[in-house]
């Protein structure tokens, strides 16, 4: 038997079929999600109706920034307690903060409804109304990402960027209607987070779907440098730096809110859509690099289109803010699936690194906007401020590309590390090295079809045809070599797609070279 070639085969009937129900595969695939998706977006559209104003505008000032602050002290202090006494918030625990945080969620929604409706209540009630929905919507949201520890780099994904496209629809909807009537809305859509836990509990775990996860993003590198200080900090420094360009963006060059025309808020949500659509589609095409390099790109220049439409229109702010408001839940979905990773394989308590992320993105966020605010009644320097975002968007790509160029470089020297024991072991052994080569590939690609075939229960018979057809084998070749008819290979190879919801001989091939070895 030889090793694949490098050209690839022509596809087969079967498998055109399989490429045309690729994305009815996987819709079926990633359907346990639902219930994590839709509770994720409620918990999300609840706190963005009630303390960001539905996004119409980029914020509402203090009542968004100066809310989170108050809220990120308490979620402070709680880190300190998991810290100190190094516990693991048990899993009773974890449901009775999440049925209270609904509840006091729905009910902010409630009072600010009533207060609209009526004309009733002051800055000071608001601000506390706005400040404990802050705290107890972050503890939604810090629910369904518990939920999801444990999945891949897709899933995650999928996850993630799904629920922020719905709850972008429910925002949205909520701006077309009186804001009493949108809050009240919002407080339903927040209390049908219930019915999704019970509905989650019925699903297959998140953790269970099978879908791949990359060696070179954040979840392949939580799993082998979590530990690891400079890692972590060069984390935090790539995302907090861009996180106090977003809180000086939103709120330019004043510091107060940037209102959006209906034309503006429509193009925000659907340049939110539509590059959340994209990211979801890219990982689901496993594209390398989408969820580090690509992402933080993209961010990185939804920032300078924001200083360039500033700049260009000074008397239309909304267009900027139509790319800093993109920039910013893009950033919302980045920190959950990187909240999500480090919760599969940290050692401590998931809440430690939920609310660390808080403290680095939102932290940095908030101190960026409340210090422009105070700042800009001293001295107005738009110049100097516009340089500054500029800085703070190099240094945190710098942060961030060095980082991934190290982990890459990294991975080489352990590569050449590997090949030169190999060549080692081949001389001390005799044997010739291309052929050694081939026959360890095959030997190799035979044992991870084994390992494949006991998770997903394949016959040793299907094994077998596995090994050939992710070897480049047409379904004619595998016939010959194990003397069956070729209607017989083309039943075993329908029935290993059923088995392992695979849906071609290249995801097959992937499957087995990365995730079964």
């Known amino acids: 038997m030889g090793a694949r070639t490098t050209t690839a085969p022509t596809p087969t009937g079967a498998e055109q079929n399989q490429a045309r129900n690729g994305l009815e595969g996987a819709a079926h695939r990633f359907a346990p999600l639902w219930p994590l998706i839709l509770g994720l977006a409620f918990g999300r559209a609840g706190l963005i109706v009630a303390s960001y104003g539905s996004y119409t505008s980029t914020d509402e000032g203090i009542f968004t920034d100066g809310a989170m602050l108050v809220a990120l002290v308490v979620l402070a202090l709680f880190l300190v307690f998991i810290v100190l006494s190094k516990r693991t918030i048990s899993k009773h625990v974890t449901n009775v903060i999440m049925r209270t945080c609904v509840a006091l969620e729905a009910f902010v929604l409630m009072a600010l409804a009533v207060f609209d409706l009526f004309g009733i209540g002051d800055e000071i009630e608001r601000?506390?109304?706005?400040?404990?929905?802050?705290?107890?919507?972050?503890?939604?949201?810090?629910?369904?990402?518990?939920?999801?520890?444990?999945?891949?780099?897709?899933?995650?994904?999928?996850?993630?960027?799904?629920?922020?496209?719905?709850?972008e629809v429910e925002i949205y909807l909520c701006t077309?209607?009186?804001?009493?009537?949108?809050?009240?809305?919002?407080?339903?859509?927040?209390?049908?987070?219930?019915?999704?836990?019970?509905?989650a509990r019925r699903q297959r775990q998140p953790h269970d779907i099978?879908?791949?996860?990359?060696?070179?993003?954040?979840?392949?590198?939580?799993?082998?440098?979590?530990?690891?200080?400079?890692?972590?900090?060069?984390?935090?420094?790539?995302?907090?730096?861009?996180?106090?360009?977003?809180?000086?963006?939103?709120?330019?060059?004043?510091?107060?809110?940037?209102?959006?025309?209906p034309a503006t808020r429509i193009a925000?949500?659907?340049?939110?859509?539509?590059?959340?659509?994209?990211?979801?589609?890219?990982?689901?095409?496993?594209?390398?690099?989408?969820?580090?390099?690509?992402?933080?790109?993209?961010?990185?220049?939804?920032?300078?289109?924001?200083?360039?439409?500033?700049?260009?229109?000074?008397?239309?702010?909304?267009?900027?803010?139509?790319?800093?408001?993109?920039?910013?839940?893009?950033?919302?979905?980045?920190?959950?699936?990187v909240i999500i990773a480090f919760m599969s394989y940290g050692w401590r308590d998931p809440y430690y690194y939920a609310i660390a992320?808080?403290?680095?993105?939102?932290?940095?966020?908030?101190?960026?906007?409340?210090?422009?605010?105070?700042?800009?009644?001293?001295?107005?320097?738009?110049?100097?401020?516009?340089?500054?975002?500029?800085?703070?968007?190099?240094?945190?790509?710098?942060?961030?590309?060095?980082?991934?160029?190290?982990?890459?470089?990294?991975?080489?020297?352990?590569?050449?590390?590997q090949s030169a024991r190999r060549q080692s072991m081949l001389k001390i052994m005799g044997l010739d090295e291309h052929e050694s080569l081939a026959d360890m590939r095959q030997a190799s690609m035979k044992h991870n079809a084994e390992e494949m075939g006991k998770q997903f229960l394949l016959s040793d018979r299907e094994i077998e045809v596995m090994a050939l057809y992710a070897l480049g084998y047409t379904?004619?070749?595998?016939?010959?070599?194990?003397?069956?008819?070729?209607?017989?290979?083309?039943?075993?190879?329908?029935?290993?797609?059923?088995?392992?919801?695979?849906?071609?001989?290249?995801?097959?091939?992937?499957?087995l070279e990365q995730y079964a070895s």
């Not at 077309?176 to 509905?199: D, E, K, M, S």
């Not at 392949?220 to 360009?245: D, P």
């Not at 738009?382 to 060095?402: C, E, N, P, Y």
């Not at 070599?481 to 329908?494: D, N, R, V, W, Y």
């Open 357 to 417: 992320g808080w403290l680095v993105w939102l932290g940095c966020r908030a101190v960026a906007r409340i210090a422009l605010l105070a700042a800009h009644e001293l001295f107005s320097n738009d110049m100097l401020m516009s340089a500054a975002m500029g800085t703070m968007v190099v240094l945190s790509t710098q942060v961030v590309f060095v980082q991934f160029l190290n982990i890459t470089r990294r991975n080489a020297e352990e590569q050449e590390e």
């Open 176 to 199: 077309l209607l009186p804001v009493f009537a949108g809050n009240f809305v919002a407080a339903a859509l927040v209390l049908l987070q219930y019915p999704c836990i019970i509905w």
């Open 268 to 337: 925000y949500a659907a340049l939110t859509i539509g590059v959340s659509v994209a990211l979801i589609v890219l990982v689901l095409k496993w594209r390398e690099r989408v969820m580090t390099v690509g992402i933080f790109v993209i961010m990185e220049l939804l920032a300078c289109f924001a200083l360039i439409a500033y700049a260009g229109f000074p008397d239309m702010l909304d267009i900027g803010a139509v790319f800093t408001t993109t920039l910013n839940a893009l950033m919302v979905g980045f920190t959950w699936y």
């Open 475 to 511: 379904q004619k070749r595998v016939a010959e070599e194990l003397f069956i008819t070729q209607g017989t290979a083309h039943a075993h190879i329908k029935r290993i797609y059923a088995k392992t919801g695979l849906h071609s001989r290249q995801e097959i091939l992937d499957y």
């Open 210 to 261: 099978v879908s791949p996860t990359q060696a070179n993003d954040y979840f392949g590198f939580s799993k082998t440098m979590l530990q690891s200080k400079q890692f972590l900090t060069a984390t935090a420094l790539g995302i907090g730096c861009l996180s106090i360009v977003i809180g000086l963006l939103r709120g330019y060059p004043d510091g107060t809110s940037i209102a959006f025309t």
């Open 127 to 167: 601000f506390a109304l706005s400040s404990l929905c802050t705290l107890v919507s972050s503890g939604a949201i810090y629910y369904w990402l518990r939920r999801a520890r444990g999945t891949s780099t897709t899933t995650a994904a999928v996850f993630v960027f799904a629920a922020l496209i719905i709850s």
